[in-house]
DNA sequence: GGATTGACGGTCG
DNA sequence: ACGACCGCCAATC
């Protein structure tokens, strides 16, 4: 059942507990859930553990309690995958969350995260450092 | 059992 | 600013 070693186990374990702490209504990145399980060079195993969400309810992570549709790319953006539709699917339920989702010129469903926010918008790491990126501080000024 | 793929992201040109 | 490359590693061919 689990063609995969322990250690990658408990890398599928962490992805999906992260997952689970994403609130309703917000997204993040692959990247930032990389992150937060301590391994932010394997932005895409992130990817792998979401496309292998059991889809057995018995088992203990599954597609139904890990909201697998509130991860999207660093672009903000819905990743494209072997199947279109999925993506669509994931759409759909975003914005069954009253999550906004826009395509783009490109036919990309872009996730209008800027309404909503990242989660979580400080990184553990960065919050020990005293480091609060806050916002953007540069000196664009282009918004606000 | 070796080679390719992929729900990504950062770096380099 | 945009595009090509590289790293990473389980899954799949």
Known sequence: MAPRSDEAQAFFHAVYSAVQEIPPGKVTSYGHIAKLVGTPQRPRQVGVCLKHLPSDPS?????????????????????????PSAAHNQAV?????EVTVTTGALGELLVDFGLYGWFPRILPSEAAQGMVPSDEDDTEGDEE
Do not use: C, D
Not at 63 to 70: D, E, G, K, L
């Open 93 to 97: 339920a975003l914005e069954a969350e």
């Open 59 to 83: 088992e203990r992570f599954n597609q139904y309690n890990v909201p697998w549709q509130r991860v999207i790319n660093a672009k903000g953006a819905i990743s494209l995958r072997s199947r």
